[in-house]
């Protein structure tokens, strides 16, 4: 199985002097076990629990001190209790035992010296007054599908993930980084479905691992419905919001439903809640602190794109254009560029943000917006001239800065640009393949414009 960049988060955790036990979160089939076990081999000793497993969920429905489930873990699993520093212990599957999770505790109380991750599904729907979260006991981290860079260990482009690395990008690799992103923006970042084609760079062959994904997702998804009516209901959110992803939603109707704002509204939550969608909420502030508008239509964001691509049929479309942005009217690199933002956020409660300006006449709005050292930097997905981009030029009338950035199908510039009133500022344009490098280019542009 391919590296993925959440081992080095993990090495820094176990790193820490108050470490404190970590729980992976994310949607099934995002790979949390795969890396576990990979960050494993850094451990002498490796405790691995299942607790969707009868024998592996015995020792905590029976708990009743942490020094006895500690001695019956390290027996159960022949290893030695004298080790317990050099021991990772993974508790996988864990929301299928919700005192585990109270008992996480324990670990940080009384046997910080051992290494715990647990992971699981829908957590969220944990939360109620029959549990007692250990809060302040327990950090998080998410696992997100494969960004581009993962994708590109996965094949074993070296050289190309060592140019990607470079800042600026020469030009000469420009070509070469294109063609393998329109490969990344096809298949999507689902680790099952890049391992697959990986070893057999099989398009054809991928469509079974789709199907398959998706139905596991609603079959799972399903399970915390609460009548027969909401299950129809989950059902028909989890159908329709991969075709509704990348776009502006309204839960009245949502993919032409005959159901209610409030039915649709839950379904979508409990699909959140899976992390399977974000329903983001557009901002309408050109300063920091973000300050969502939840009174707006929000914008919707599906796990993975290529889950996206295949649901959508253009998959072929994808294969046979020089740029991503006339496909799916742009909806679907505007997508994948909201994807690769989110792969380098690892915290709980990173998401993605947008900006719109609406009036009786028109609307303004801005694709992302990107903290930056205290600034919010706006961000585009287009293609064309600079002349098409007015809701740029009005979002910089109001910014207190003079910087923004472009993601299109060409090559690494800076231009000059103005506001509809006149404002000067600084456009960087970056090919789309650069998304992930969005932090080491915008320290780049400030050497570039002087700031």
Do not use: C
């Not at 708990?63 to 212990?89: D, G, P, V």
């Not at 940080?108 to 007692?132: C, N, Q, R, W």
């Not at 993919?255 to 509204?265: C, D, I, L, T, V």
């Amino acid at each position: 199985m391919f590296q993925r960049k959440l081992l080095k988060e993990l090495t820094d955790w176990m790193k820490k002097p108050a470490r404190k036990p970590l729980v992976l979160r994310g949607a099934r089939q995002v790979g949390k076990t795969t890396v576990v076990n990979q960050f494993a081999q850094q451990f002498s000793q490796y405790i691995y629990l299942n607790l969707e497993l009868p024998e592996d969920r015995l020792p905590f429905d029976n708990f009743s001190s942490i020094e006895l489930l500690l001695q019956t873990l390290f027996f159960a699993k022949n290893q030695l209790i004298s080790k317990k520093e050099q021991t990772l212990l993974f508790i996988d599957e864990i929301q299928a035992v919700p005192k585990a999770l109270q008992i996480l505790r324990f670990f940080y109380e009384s046997a910080p010296e051992i290494a715990v991750i647990a992971a699981g599904s829908m957590l969220e729907t944990l939360f109620d007054k029959h549990i007692s979260f250990p809060v302040g006991r327990v950090e998080y981290k998410v696992v997100r599908p494969a960004s581009f860079p993962e994708f590109l260990a996965a094949i074993n482009e070296k050289t190309a993930l060592e140019q990607l690395e470079n800042v600026p990008i020469p030009s000469f690799a420009h070509i070469k980084m294109r063609q393998l992103f329109h490969q990344y923006a096809l298949i999507g970042g689902m680790p099952e479905v890049v391992q697959h084609y990986s070893q057999f760079r099989d398009l054809t062959a991928l469509s079974p691992i789709y199907d398959a994904l998706l139905t596991s997702y609603s079959d799972d998804v399903e399970k915390y419905a609460h009548s027969g009516s909401q299950t129809q209901h989950i059902r028909h959110a989890m159908s329709a919001a991969f075709g509704q992803a990348g776009k502006r939603i309204k839960f009245e109707g949502f993919g032409n439903s005959p159901y209610k704002s409030r039915e649709m509204g839950e379904a979508l939550r409990t699909l959140e809640k899976a992390l399977l969608v974000q329903l983001i909420y557009p901002e309408t502030s050109a300063i920091l602190p973000f300050n969502p508008d939840l009174k707006k239509s929000p914008r919707l964001q599906v796990l993975d794109t290529g889950l996206m691509n295949y649901l959508a049929g253009i998959q072929i479309d994808i294969l046979g254009t020089t740029d991503l942005n006339s496909v799916y009217q742009g909806t679907m690199i505007e997508h994948l560029i909201g994807q690769e933002i989110l792969s380098k956020q690892y915290l709980a409660l990173g998401s993605l943000h947008f900006w719109v300006k609406e009036k009786n006449s028109s609307t303004a709005e801005i694709d992302f917006l990107y903290p930056y050292q205290g600034k919010l930097i706006p961000i585009e997905v287009k293609s064309g001239t600079d002349g098409r981009l007015k809701s740029l030029h009005q979002f910089m009338d109001l910014a207190p800065h003079t910087m923004a950035v472009r993601f299109y199908a060409g090559e690494v510039t800076i231009t000059n640009s103005s506001s509809i009133e006149g404002k000067p500022y600084y456009l960087l344009n970056l090919p789309y393949y650069l998304a992930t490098q969005i932090d080491n280019y915008l320290d780049w542009f400030q050497t570039q414009i002087g700031l």
